[in-house]
DNA sequence: GTCTATAAGTTGATAGAC
DNA sequence: GTCTATCAACTTATAGAC
């Protein structure tokens, strides 16, 4: 509760990298957020209980942050990120077959790792995502029509069967991603929580079943 | 504000089907319920606007509920009988093309036609499923369990490509229901709000990529 | 930078008049 | 059965000592 070891930088050296604590702290603050936020959402979550999952007072987090509003703005940026990137996979030039099973085993990856990720998205998105809507129809909306031209390319060519890009990316996202955020529901089904061997055979089977939709079979 | 007409069966009629009011009562406070669970969740709604949306005030709601917490429960408990249903079309006899397209139509109907009733479900989901991880455990798993040995069936029969029948549900679940929960992302994509153009052409993305999917294609 | 104490407001729920 | 008035508990946020 006391003599926790500091670094009182005012004082001793006031020019050791400036952004150090600050950065340090706001990244004990980020990663305990993102648990609480994805299984009680952005209004089932407290300051208080935040506080307690970072293991800071409560008025250290409105220090950093402001208000509740801007730290789960700031967590949801952090899993933008995450979600956009991956897309890279699908390239004009790229194999069709390989491009998407790349691209399904990238995003197998992120739900596997990172499914508290996925449910604060899954949160945002449920209410109308009132914080990340202009991104959703500025950033994400040009880059997915970017990388539907492409796959329209290739169904062209004849390299795939005719599927709709757009559809194709939400059922592809949603295959996925309900894996974390239904993780209750399928561990329910299974009758086991849900480990690493299920998760296997979840990738194997999403990456074969939209091959296979897609006239990619090997 | 005043003035309404009612029905004052205590010294009246004592006998004019007791639950007439109450059930009428109850009705439009779980229609009610069901639209503000669906954007905000459990915990983010708070009885006031519960009590608002139905048109009656606080303490009626509580007097025919008692608290929050059972009136969640009265409608998921709604919902999960729509949810259960419609696997009905899943009978051994049946021609597997048949059967999986007409579950695809009937999956995509509720989502189009019940929206707020799958968000409810989904936020109930993410957060653990706490009401109704019992009958996801029990009920759901034994009829899906159920179905998915028909399916193994028409497997082992050679009437439609080596699919893991549980992974299938899991992947027809979230492929239908993204369009009702994450309609927000759907429409930021799309560019245009989600209307019954956008969903017709979902439904057809959805059935034809999952009878390709399983060897059924036409 | 960190934390205790507290202000200002909202919440779920109930008592009790009608 | 219905509604107004009210309560105790909890909420976000901040002031100010250290």
Chains 1, 2 share one sequence.
């Not at 994805?38 to 979550?45: C, K, Q, S, V, Y």
């Not at 967590?75 to 691209?103: C, D, K, S, T």
Request: a positive charge.
């Amino acid at each position: 509760m006391s003599a926790r070891p500091r670094v009182v930088a005012s004082s001793v050296a006031p020019s050791v990298k400036p952004g150090r604590i600050r950065q340090a702290q706001e990244s004990i603050i980020l990663q305990a957020a993102e648990k609480v936020f994805a299984r009680a959402g952005f209004a089932g979550t407290s300051m208080n209980e935040l506080a307690l999952a970072a293991g800071l007072p409560k008025s250290t987090l409105h220090y950093y942050f402001g208000t509740k509003e801007v730290l789960h703005r700031a967590v949801l940026a952090n899993i933008l990120e995450l979600w956009l990137e991956g897309m890279e996979a699908i390239q004009p030039e790229a194999e069709p077959r390989e491009a998407l099973a790349r691209y399904i085993r990238h995003k197998m990856r992120l739900t596997t790792e990172r499914p508290d990720a996925s449910r604060v998205f899954a949160n945002e998105l449920l209410q109308g995502a009132p914080q990340i809507g202009d991104i959703l129809r500025g950033e994400l909306r040009r880059l997915v029509r970017r990388k539907a031209r492409i796959i329209e390319a290739w169904i062209r060519d004849g390299r795939m069967t005719a599927v709709d890009p757009l559809h194709l990316f939400f059922s592809l996202w949603a295959m996925t991603q309900t894996y974390a955020d239904f993780e209750t529901q399928v561990g329910a089904v299974l009758g086991t929580p849900v480990g690493a061997r299920a998760m296997n055979r979840a990738a194997a089977h999403v990456e074969s079943f939209v091959l296979r939709a897609c006239g990619l079979a090997s």
